[in-house]
């Protein structure tokens, strides 16, 4: 195995020298910092990355919590962070809890004696437990993805609300009036936005909103699945759900279909996040787009930039979601 001797010893130097190079630790004249380069290259050095984050108090590790990365808009926003760190040279080491606390913090303490730089954390529902833990921290960087602000973090996430009520307004807009709602974990700080987004659409337009069409459940098709089930056994019928993600939506077309309705004949469906497979389900879902990739890419800059350049991190980025028109709501107009 070569040695920082042997790139030494070939670039006609001191080990020190070759140590400040690769450790940007000190100014080396540019043609030494050449021979230096060359002889690296030359012999097929490979510098210890745990040596050099010893030396430079830096590991260029980001660590990240999400609790499921099977849900297809977690993965895109992963891959928003990934594409974030690949830019700079930085390395992801991404934890998936499963929607388990117990795990969640065991993987937070796994990051931490990783030494990594940065912490980002993105969850399905507030967990008092883990945020408590991330209070402690104190000078970590940190960014909490789709949640609540977060005392000492960057917080990214959607303008819900204004989605909520882009979602509602166009079901208000073909022509539809009983409109339920399939909604996420009571406790989720995006559900609560979007239902507040709903709430004020509806009753800006002098609609009812009727308990009996909404149902709450986890932001999983299942849920979506079974929340459908409840609401059609209801003494009356919507005529449009809005489900707050695409995974409810998709559990609430299984339901209605299994029902013996059409989507969007007897029922509208309206979805939000916009995942890849929103534009391949039968009808195609009309839905919400929640810039998820450019949510994790911009957390990743975010904190980068501050690593790097000591920039200062806004305690919120909010991102503006979209109306993506496709076939599962009915033109009534």
Known sequence: MVSIKDVAQAAGVSAST?????NETRHVAPLTRQKVEEAIQTLGFQPSMMARALKVKRTNI???LVSSSSNPFFADVVRGVEEGCYQHNFSLILCNSGHQSDRQLANLNTLLQRRIDALMVMTTKTDPALYKQLSKLGDLPKAI???APHPNACTLQDDSVLGG?????HLINRGL??????????DHPRSIER???FKTAMEAAGLSVETKWQAAGLLTASSGYEGMKKILEADSQPEA???FNDLMAMGAYRAIQEHGLRIPEDISVIGYDDVEYASYMAPTLTTIKQPSFELGLSAAEALINHLEEKTKMPPVIKLVPELILRSSVINQE
């Open 165 to 169: 009520k882009l979602a509602t307004e």
């Open 145 to 147: 993805l789709d949640s």
């Open 18 to 22: 070759v140590s400040h190079v690769i």
């Open 195 to 197: 239902y507040k987004g």
């Open 241 to 243: 759900i809005f489900a």
């Open 62 to 64: 980001i660590g990240m």
């Open 177 to 186: 009036t009983k409109i339920g709602c399939l909604m996420g974990p009571g």
